[in-house]
């Protein structure tokens, strides 16, 4: 090997225990193992510049966090959604279906200032029942807060709010860098969103205006639209929005991938859950100024309209489960 290497114009001597710079050679043999051929396919050769952050993914584990729900998101997928995002130092990151703030953890690892809102209080207070093994209830420091303070980011967290993300409570304007989220799918956790019991029972006749507030169904496909429409308004220019999307693969386009004309797809990643669905890493770029003209303009274009044919991803979810207790049970009774 090294009398193949004497062409490099190499000066001076070597220094193995101090070295100001480093060199790998990398063989690639393929990806078979049960087929490895004799010589390598390719030979890389090049300068170490330097290490990934991948030790991230076990110091960041979720199975270490101090606060964690049916549905925080992984180490790995979180950092990942994080340089989606192109998070930096000093950004304004959000997350609108906030959760246990597991996507918060890795913008604020990289610097950005981090806030979120949820529609369950008990969840942004971190009360009520834990989700942990072997836990009835949560403690008293479970919370967002606690979380970030366990990886000394506490100094980046803005707060989290109890609110509907289906009724923006901002101010208008451009607030936000990058909004990073995982809205539910109706699978480990409903979709809701407020409204009035009058909403419910329009039947009945009312003199007076009920204000109580009860859970109302919340479309997938609505969900979705009105995240747009707020990624829209709410980000600064260039900035992106990264949320994951379930659909049905039998049915799966492109073309259903819900746009606004604010925004440009600039990635789309697919992760398999099961053998017929799955869900997409959406990653979009404000490319346009928000006008009042752009709130409900993607209604009147039919392209921004296919997705609401996967309102029905629960039960699709889990028609695969269905269908095998169906054959076990006839199986059964022959």
Known sequence: MEQALEFLPFKGKVNLKNPEHIFWILEDYGTNPNNVPEEPF???????????????????????????GNTSMDACLSFIMANHGRVKPNDVVYDPFVGTGGLLISSAHFGAYVCGTDIDYNTIHGLGKASRKNQKWRGPDENIRANLRQYGLEKYYLDALVADSSRPIWRKGMLFDA???????????????????????????????????????????????????????????????????????????????????????????????????????????????????????????????PYRGHNSFR????????????????DNQK
Not at 47 to 65: A, F, M, P
Not at 315 to 330: N, P
């Open 42 to 68: 390719h030979l890389y050769f090049g300068r170490w510049i330097s290490d990934g952050q991948r030790e991230l993914i076990e110091s960041y584990s979720v199975k270490k966090r101090h606060f964690i």
């Open 179 to 305: 909004i990073i989220t995982d809205p539910p799918y109706g699978i480990r956790e409903a979709t809701r969103r407020t409204g009035s019991q009058k909403d419910t029972v329009k039947s009945v006749e009312r003199s007076t205006e009920n204000h109580i507030f009860v859970s109302s169904n919340y479309h997938l496909s609505d969900i979705f639209f009105d995240l747009l429409k707020f990624a829209a308004e709410y980000l600064v220019m260039g900035g992106r929005l990264v949320y994951w999307l379930p659909v049905y693969k039998p049915e799966y386009t492109e073309e259903i991938i819900p746009r606004h004309p604010c925004l440009k797809l600039i990635s789309n990643c697919e992760q398999m859950l099961s053998s017929h669905t799955s869900r997409r890493l959406i990653t979009m770029e404000k490319v346009k100024e928000f006008k009042d003209q752009d709130e409900n303009s993607y209604l009147l274009d039919g392209q921004y309209m």
């Open 315 to 330: 039960e699709k979810y889990f028609s695969g489960v269905t269908k095998r207790i169906a054959k076990e049970e006839k």
